[in-house]
């Protein structure tokens, strides 16, 4: 435990912390709406979260992802900051009126009156949590990683308040309301992070910014739609064919194995800057031994964490949820070797960002996708849930594969990220 804290400190140990308190509180913030509010209600709150989940998606792939590559080799880091903020806020701004409408055509779809209050709310949440993870990443890229995490702690403890605030007063609560709370308290503790870094950054400097930001989210926008569709599909699919309560033992399951992808999660804040800053200061040898030192130290948690979960699976399923879903520790077991596929998966992905070849990574998710199409129907079908799981574990396997044989064909070109190019 020393030699891990030892290893885990500065920008790696704030990132966990960070990544610890942003799924916390969503995680908590799911549990108090369902608690406060009546199950119609809740899934409303539910389907809000999911359409806005999609949207961070695309700005992620769009912004956020090709800036955490892009951070570590620009002349300019305060004009490349004010660059992505204003970009991102035009790019949020689009994606709550997409959420919105998304939302409005959901209802009218379904023959029920648009309510506009929790549409409008729901327009206001995806701005407001696409400007915090802009900001949040922007913080990591440049050493303020302390102060991305007094953010997030700030929402993370503003939202109770707040909610706590309203019953005290005797202001029933809702769907819309809750989701306006977030929103709230995302604008409030992002706005002085935003407002701090405010530089013009010039139209050309926008244009170039804007230019080698696609060059890279061309292939990871489609890696969205691909990765978006591939688990949810199989657990819908999962539930119509065996029912909700199986649905409910797979997705305990995948809570189960959720803090090692927790910690995989937090990585994000900090190899991508790392390995394209070793990429363009000492080429392919530099980024290999970077990527393969990171490895090394993310390795043995990663592996001791899923061994504790996943030996004595049906413990931990009858400790945490109940006796009935201990018939799902095989399931338990098939996820926890996914999440070991997925980190091989992500080391290796981070060789092809460096190299600004993200379409390499699209057509790697593009075979897993095929894969869990061409499985899903004839494990469902003779294992039930187990079969469920061991699609999702194969599909993460197959992208890893992909991928590795990509690395053997082809030859890096030390050109195509240089300092020259850097917007």
Avoid at 110 to 133: F, I
Avoid at 193 to 203: D, K, N, S, T, W
Avoid at 334 to 356: E, H, K, P, S, T
């Amino acid at each position: 435990m020393s030699a891990l804290l030892t290893r885990l400190r500065g920008p790696a140990l704030l990132s966990l912390l960070d990544q610890g308190a942003v799924s916390g509180f969503g995680f908590l913030a799911g549990i108090a709406a369902a608690r406060l509010i009546d199950m119609e209600g809740f899934g409303r709150f539910a389907l809000v979260l999911i359409v806005a989940g999609f949207a961070q998606g695309l700005h992620n792939a769009l912004v956020t992802a090709p800036l955490m590559t892009l951070a570590g080799s620009v002349r300019s880091p305060s004009r490349y900051a004010a660059a992505v903020g204003a970009g991102a806020l035009v790019l949020a701004a689009g994606l709550a009126l997409g959420v919105a409408g998304a939302l409005a055509l959901y209802f009218s779809w379904r023959g029920e009156p648009v309510p506009v209050d929790l549409v409008t709310a729901a327009g206001a949440l995806t701005l407001a949590q696409n400007l915090q993870l802009t900001a949040r990443r922007l913080l990591f890229a440049y050493g303020g990683g302390g102060r991305a995490l007094a953010m997030d702690l700030a929402r993370a403890a503003s939202f109770p308040l707040a909610v706590a605030a309203l019953w005290a007063l005797g202001i029933p609560l809702n769907a819309a309301r809750l989701v306006e709370l977030l929103a709230l308290t995302a604008v409030l503790t992002t706005l002085p992070v935003l407002v701090g870094r405010a530089v013009e950054p010039g139209r050309r400097r926008l244009a170039v910014t804007s230019l080698r930001h696609w060059q890279m989210a061309r292939w990871l926008l489609p890696v969205v739609l691909v990765t978006f569709g591939q688990e949810q599909l199989v657990w819908i699919l999962a539930g119509g064919a065996l029912g909700e309560e199986a649905l409910g033992g797979l997705r305990a399951a995948q809570y189960l194995v959720g803090i090692v992808l927790l910690m995989l999660a937090a990585t994000e804040n900090v190899v991508p800057t790392g390995a394209g800053r070793a990429y363009d200061q000492g080429g392919e040898p530099a980024l290999r031994s970077y990527l393969v030192s990171v490895t090394r130290r993310l390795g043995l948690p990663v592996g001791f964490l899923l061994a504790v979960v996943a030996v004595p699976a049906d413990l931990w399923l009858r400790l945490v949820f109940g006796a009935p879903y201990e018939p799902y520790a095989p399931c338990l077991r098939w996820l926890a070797l996914g999440v070991v596929f997925i980190f091989l998966r992500d080391m290796v992905a981070q060789i092809f960002r460096a190299r600004r070849r993200t379409d390499v990574i699209f057509r790697a998710f593009a075979v897993s996708f095929a894969v869990s199409l061409a499985l899903v129907q004839p494990l469902i079908g003779r294992y039930g849930a187990a079969g469920a799981a061991a699609v999702v574990t194969i599909a993460h396997g197959a992208s890893l594969l992909a991928l590795l044989a990509a690395l053997g064909r082809t030859t890096p070109s030390r050109t195509t990220a240089t300092r020259a190019e850097a917007p």
